[in-house]
């Protein structure tokens, strides 16, 4: 039973030419010859994702900008680089009108005593300064006794 179950479904099969024999053959009609294979169908469209991954190779050149060479990429960085120097200090950042510090006038003000034109801060400090009235004892601390200041302790400075 198996056997022809395995039979039937085999279905069309390939078909199966004769074993050669030896000796004189008998010239029969000729078999026509196999058919040879045709061009591939032409491709359809498959909107699967590989299908579009390739579509998005195929734009690739053209949404990148070129590549430079390593000499084309350092002189770009050469024009971009300005002379520079760091230099270490302790200035005060004055404080701005909202409150805050303003380490941006600090940084100029330590790179123009080192003879530059301005600079950067790079580093900054802070420390807590206190009235001598929180000395006192058993005076209860306000929130006035104290401040909070902010130095730059280093600079990037450029001329």
Sequence with gaps: MVVLLL???GGAGWPQSAPPALGV?????????PPTPSAPPAREDNPGLINEMG???DKLPSILPPIKSPSEAMNDLS???KPSSMVS???ACPVSSNGAPDCKQAADQLCQSKGYKEGK???ADSAEKCSAKVLIPGRQRKPDDCRTDTFVTSALCQN
């Design 7 to 9: 039979l039937c479904a």
């Design 79 to 81: 024009r971009l680089a």
């Design 121 to 123: 801060s790079l580093n």
């Design 89 to 91: 200090g302790r200035i």
């Design 55 to 57: 579509k998005l190779f």
């Design 25 to 33: 053959q008998e010239q029969g009609p000729q078999a026509a010859p």
